[in-house]
């Protein structure tokens, strides 16, 4: 892979370098000529003294005279005159040759790519390390944002796929609601293992509880822990990593403690795993309760992101 990548930036930058004209070359040295001998930013039309609008007859009004400055018999004495006459002459043929002024105007509208080395190249931007460094910081931030999209969908198709294997262990396969309370052990899968008795058990069981159109994840103390997609962590840029870094910081020096979202999908998961047990999909009617003092239920359960009671059903 490495060398594909390779190979095609060569053949970019090569393909780069070929992609101009002999034409083109000329232009370029010509232009790269008369800058460094007449000053930099001079061009074609500059020099003869026209507009870029100029016609072919202005243009040869302009070349006449021009010549007749820089005409080595008059100006025998000076240094490069005769490569200046030479190059006034080029000028002259390329604006009047309709290809060639197209091909020079062309470049003079959007610019002349700089020689390089091994050929003509754009002077491309070249951005400092402040520019860098938010490219950097836009980019990772977002596939992290994409990565929570993809982590959210996959959980609450999860959620769904144990929502849905409850009722169907509860009510059957034609899903026909039953009234009570129905706990069921439903696979949340996982490598085949061994149960107690030595046998396989293609997963982990988790015992559930389906009451009405509500679903419980049955906890050991006998509590139960709502199951419903709410559960499944949302994306959220706060929730990237620069923006939580900055929060953090914000909140160290504030002193106030930063949010923790990821909470209570923690407890859900940990929940899930805790609860996991070998066994065959199968429902009853009898449903447990946590333990009680003075005939309350104490467990506790944790659903929307508050700490709330268990719900007991009667």
């Given at each position: 892979m490495?060398f594909v ?7 970019a ?14 232009i370029f040295d ?6 460094a001998?007449?000053?930099k930013?001079?061009?074609f ?7 870029s609008?100029a016609?072919?007859?202005e ?6 005279k021009?010549?007749l400055?820089l005409h080595?018999d008059k100006?025998p004495?000076?240094k490069?005159?005769?490569?200046r ?15 060639g002024r197209?091909r ?10 700089r ?7 754009y002077s491309?931007?070249?951005?400092g390390?402040?520019s860098?460094?938010a ?6 931030s ?5 990565v929570q ?7 609450v ?17 034609k899903?026909?609601p039953l009234e009570g309370p129905?706990?069921?052990k439903?696979?949340i899968?996982?490598?085949p293992?061994l149960?107690?008795d030595?046998?396989?058990v293609?997963?982990?069981?988790i ?6 159109q509500e679903v419980?994840?049955l ?5 139960r822990?709502?199951?419903?997609t ?5 994306p959220?840029l706060k929730?990237t990593?620069?923006?939580s870094l900055?929060?953090?910081q914000?909140s160290?020096?504030?002193g106030?403690p930063?949010?923790?979202?990821m ?5 859900v998961?940990?929940?899930?795993d805790?609860?996991?047990s070998?066994?065959e999909?199968?429902?009853?009617g009898d449903?447990?309760?946590g ?10 359960t944790?659903?929307g992101?508050k ?6 059903k009667?």
């Amino acid at each position: 892979m490495r060398f594909v990548f390779l190979l095609l930036t060569v053949l970019a930058l090569v393909s780069a370098a070929y992609g101009w004209t002999k034409e083109d070359h000329e232009i370029f040295d010509l232009t790269a000529q008369i800058e460094a001998a007449e000053g930099k930013g001079t061009t074609f039309y500059s020099w003869l003294e026209v507009p870029s609008t100029a016609s072919v007859a202005e243009i040869n009004k302009a070349y006449r005279k021009k010549s007749l400055q820089l005409h080595p018999d008059k100006n025998p004495d000076v240094k490069g005159i005769h490569e200046r006459f030479a190059r006034l002459g080029l000028v002259a043929s390329i604006l009047k040759s309709p290809a060639g002024r197209e091909r020079y105007d062309f470049f003079y509208k959007n610019g002349f790519p700089r020689w390089k080395g091994t050929g003509y190249y754009y002077s491309r931007f070249r951005p400092g390390l402040g520019s860098v460094l938010a490219f950097l910081i836009i980019l990772s931030s977002g596939l992290q944002y994409v990565v929570q999209r993809l982590n959210y969908k996959r959980d609450v198709e999860r959620i769904e796929r144990f929502i849905r294997e409850a009722r169907t262990a509860a009510w059957g396969p034609k899903m026909n609601p039953l009234e009570g309370p129905r706990k069921v052990k439903v696979n949340i899968g996982g490598p085949p293992r061994l149960d107690e008795d030595g046998n396989v058990v293609p997963g982990k069981f988790i015992d559930m509880v389906v009451d009405g159109q509500e679903v419980f994840i049955l906890e050991s103390d006998g509590s139960r822990l709502p199951l419903d997609t709410s559960a499944a962590t949302p994306p959220s840029l706060k929730r990237t990593w620069f923006i939580s870094l900055l929060t953090s910081q914000i909140s160290r020096v504030t002193g106030r403690p930063a949010e923790s979202p990821m909470d209570e999908k923690a407890e859900v998961d940990a929940s899930v795993d805790d609860e996991a047990s070998g066994g065959e999909t199968t429902s009853t009617g009898d449903v447990s309760e946590g333990p009680a003092r003075n005939g309350k239920p104490l467990a506790t359960t944790k659903a929307g992101g508050k700490r709330r009671k268990a719900v007991r059903k009667r």
